[in-house]
């Protein structure tokens, strides 16, 4: 179980059969998205700045534009796969925004562990330590055979189950294999807040807030769901809130 940032990625390749079977390898991976494909390099620099990937695969031996060429001539350059049946330029692929070196024909499972290194560099750049996770990011949740891309905004509820963190967005309940005491340090305050030791809400989906036992506070969510805020949380709660 995965929780995760998916990536926008294109293929570029002058073998139609060589991005087809690329295309199918990544099938299996849908934190990546491949969202343009192009078969030289010329093509490469028509759709790369209007598509903005987060990640190119890209062959390096092309006609009339080699791979090398193509990042020179980009004024912003996504992460880097390159993919080639040669190992003669692997040295001098790392001069450039490289993740990985695969060499052709690409194994599945060394694609995999690509995919993995990818997804560690994606998320250690894309929320550094002291960097929040803001409400419009858009995450890859993962449970089991079922996979979600989803905006943190749609996340009413998250939950301690065990080991796990149980997510709450429209019918959906997944866990993801992480604690709560990690999510809520990546998370902006300013929108999830914890409310007790087992939940962490979204504050924007309150509907109703009302004064419970003991100086706690009970929350209702807009879907009907209650959420017991601890005497502790209830104070922070209601300076957050201003009331």
């Given amino acids: ?7 926008r990625a294109i293929i570029v390749e002058d073998s139609r059969l060589a991005r087809k079977e690329l295309s199918t390898l990544l099938a299996v991976h849908p934190q990546i998205e491949i969202v343009g494909e192009a078969a ?21 031996q092309m006609p009339g534009m080699d791979g090398f060429t193509l990042l020179e001539r980009l004024e912003q350059v996504p992460f880097v796969v390159f993919t080639t049946a040669y190992d003669e330029y692997a040295v001098k692929s790392f001069e450039f925004n490289t993740l990985d070196y695969l060499l052709k024909p690409i194994h599945p499972d060394r694609l995999a562990l690509t995919i993995k290194r990818i997804e560690e560099k ?3 750049q894309a929320t550094p330590a002291g960097e929040l996770m803001k409400e419009d990011h858009q995450i890859f949740v993962k449970d089991g055979e079922r996979c ?3 905006k943190l905004e749609r996340i009413r509820l ?6 796990y963190t149980r997510i709450y967005f429209e ?10 005491n990690h999510l809520e340090t990546r998370l902006d305050p300013q929108h999830f807040f914890r409310a007790n030791r087992q939940q962490m809400v979204n504050l924007k989906w309150i509907e ?10 009970k929350i209702t969510l807009r879907d009907g ?5 601890s005497r502790r949380q209830a104070t922070k709660l209601r300076i957050l809130l201003s009331f």
Avoid at 171 to 180: F, G, T, V, Y
Avoid at 225 to 229: F, I, L, R, S
């Fill in 171 to 180: 019918d959906n309940r997944p866990m993801i294999l992480k604690s709560l």
């Fill in 148 to 150: 979600w891309i989803v």
């Fill in 122 to 124: 994606r998320e250690s």
């Fill in 40 to 60: 030289n390099g010329q093509e490469a620099l028509a759709i790369i700045p209007a598509l903005a990937p987060d990640l190119l695969f890209l062959d390096i």
């Fill in 158 to 163: 998250m939950e301690v189950y065990g080991n």
């Fill in 225 to 229: 769901e209650e959420v017991e805020v």
């Fill in 1 to 7: 179980m995965n929780f995760i940032f998916f990536m």
């Fill in 208 to 217: 109703k807030l009302d004064p419970w036992l003991n100086g706690k506070l």
